[in-house]
């Protein structure tokens, strides 16, 4: 955690302080810093996997252009579906927060689409959807995976509409990253006999 900790704060502070070469060396590596955290602790592999998919997501979106940030949404959807499969344990989320959930999306994507280019339309809905639905199911283990998955919701938003807030997009996102980690670490933990 030290190092996940350590790396996290010199990007952060790269962003800050506008050093545009560490803030390129330091963000492939923050996903594998929490994913090495996460095996030492004996968490389940999906959960580890969804952090490496997130390493191949802040790897390709570094590259810039169409075809590159429609592979790192890939990546990244990806590990939402590998955060989903943790989430499913725990049952299904209420009506009340599905439809809290559903018209955030909706709402979301109704001010993004017009200036969304056209052969990007369908892929972010679809990303986004399926972003939402992985931040719903996430209310179902915890408070940490619960205020992770906001996190992470709020992150891919700044991407969208506000994209030179790197500092705050970098920070909701590598805080969002660690509480859904710790949830389903601490909920692995409790379910195990």
Avoid: N
């Avoid at 952060?12 to 050093?19: D, K, Q, S």
Wanted: proline fraction near 6%; charge should be positive; hydrophobic fraction near 50%.
């Amino acid at each position: 955690m030290r190092a996940f900790a350590a790396a996290a704060g010199v990007h952060l502070g790269a962003l800050l302080t506008g050093r545009t070469r560490i803030e390129r060396a330091t963000k492939p590596v923050l996903m594998p810093l929490l994913a090495e955290y996460v095996l030492l602790r004996g968490g389940p592999r999906p959960l580890a996997l969804a952090l490496l998919f997130g390493c191949a997501g802040d790897t390709l979106l570094q590259a810039g252009g169409d075809v590159p940030f429609l592979l790192g949404m890939g990546a990244f959807a990806a590990g939402h579906l590998c955060y989903l499969a943790q989430f499913a344990k725990h049952g299904r989320p209420s009506r009340r927060l599905t439809a809290v959930y559903g018209t955030a999306w909706a709402g979301t994507l109704a001010l993004l689409w017009p200036g969304l280019d056209a052969e990007l339309r369908v892929p972010v809905a679809l990303y986004s959807l399926l972003l939402t639905t992985m931040a719903l199911g996430a209310t179902r283990a915890g408070v940490r995976p619960a205020v992770g998955g906001a996190l992470f919701l709020l992150s891919d938003t700044l991407i969208a509409s506000r994209p030179q807030q790197q500092f705050w997009i970098m920070l909701t996102y590598l805080t969002a990253q660690y509480l859904l980690a710790e949830g389903v670490l601490h909920a692995t933990e409790t379910r195990a006999p």
